[in-house]
C-alpha cells in the first residue's frame, strides 16, 4: 500500500516538473455574411477583437433589430467591447438584418445611414490591423481592457500616454520582444511582422 502511494507521488511530481505543453490552434477562418450596411464593417473592424465570427451562431436565430441592438449593448457595458453608442446601433441593424428578422428597408435600419461615418481609408486600416492581430495570435496574450498573458491594450496605451516616442517604442518591442517591463514572462519576438505592421499594430494599442 505504501509502495504504492510512494510510486504514484513520484510519477505525479515528475508530471508537474515536465516542460509546459505547447498547443497550436487552427486559425479562424469563420467570416461575417458580407453586407453593403455600414454595420457590416463596423462589425468587421471591432467584433473579431474578442471572438470569431462563428459567435453569433450561438445566439437564438431571427432575432430582431431591438433583441441584436440589446446584444451589442450589453458587449459594450458588460464586457467592455471597444465600441461607442452609434457603432452599438449600426451593428446591431447589420446582424438583425444579415442573422435576424430585420431587413435592409426597414424604416428604423434606414434611419440609421446618419450614423454611419468612418471613411474607406479608415475602415480599410482596420480592417488591415485586425488580421494581423488575427494571423500572430496577439489576442491570445492580449484582451483590450485586462490582463491575459501580457498587459491589457488600454494598460499599454496608459503607461505611453504622452510619451513623444510612444509609438516607435511599442513598434520595436513588437518586432524584438522582451520580458520584465510587465512582468517575468517573455513576450516572443515577431519576426513575421515588418516595420510598417508594427507600426500600425502600435498605433492601434495607443488608440485604445
Not at 465570427?53 to 471597444?82: H, L, R, V
Not at 434611419?111 to 491570445?140: E, F, H, I, K, M
Not at 498573458?149 to 494598460?155: E, I, M
Not at 522582451?178 to 499594430?201: E, F, K, N, R
Request: overall charge neutral; hydrophobic content about 45%.
Amino acid at each position: 500500500m505504501h509502495r504504492t502511494i510512494s510510486i504514484a507521488l513520484i510519477c505525479l511530481a515528475a508530471s508537474t516538473s515536465a516542460a509546459p505543453m505547447t498547443i497550436q490552434l487552427p486559425p479562424d477562418e469563420s467570416t461575417l455574411r458580407a453586407s453593403t450596411l455600414p454595420g457590416y464593417a463596423v462589425a468587421h473592424q471591432k467584433c473579431g477583437i474578442c471572438h470569431s465570427a462563428n459567435y453569433i451562431s450561438y445566439q437564438p436565430p431571427a432575432m430582431s433589430q431591438a433583441a441584436w441592438t440589446a446584444e451589442m449593448t450589453k458587449m459594450k457595458e458588460a464586457y467592455g467591447a471597444p465600441i461607442d453608442d452609434d457603432e452599438v446601433k449600426l451593428i446591431g441593424a447589420y446582424l438583425a438584418v444579415a442573422y435576424g428578422s430585420a431587413k435592409a428597408t426597414d424604416p428604423s435600419v434606414v434611419a440609421l445611414a446618419s450614423l454611419a461615418t468612418p471613411t474607406a481609408p479608415r475602415a480599410a486600416a482596420d480592417t488591415a490591423v485586425q488580421a494581423l492581430l488575427s494571423a500572430n495570435a496577439c489576442l491570445g496574450c492580449h484582451a483590450i481592457d485586462h490582463k491575459i498573458v501580457g498587459p491589457g491594450f488600454k494598460d499599454v496605451a496608459a503607461k505611453y500616454k504622452g510619451e513623444p516616442n510612444a509609438k516607435a517604442t511599442i513598434a520595436a518591442r513588437i518586432r524584438s520582444g522582451g520580458s520584465g517591463l510587465w512582468g517575468d514572462v517573455a513576450m516572443p519576438p515577431m519576426a513575421g511582422i515588418d516595420a510598417a505592421q508594427a507600426d500600425a499594430l502600435a498605433a492601434f494599442v495607443l488608440s485604445q
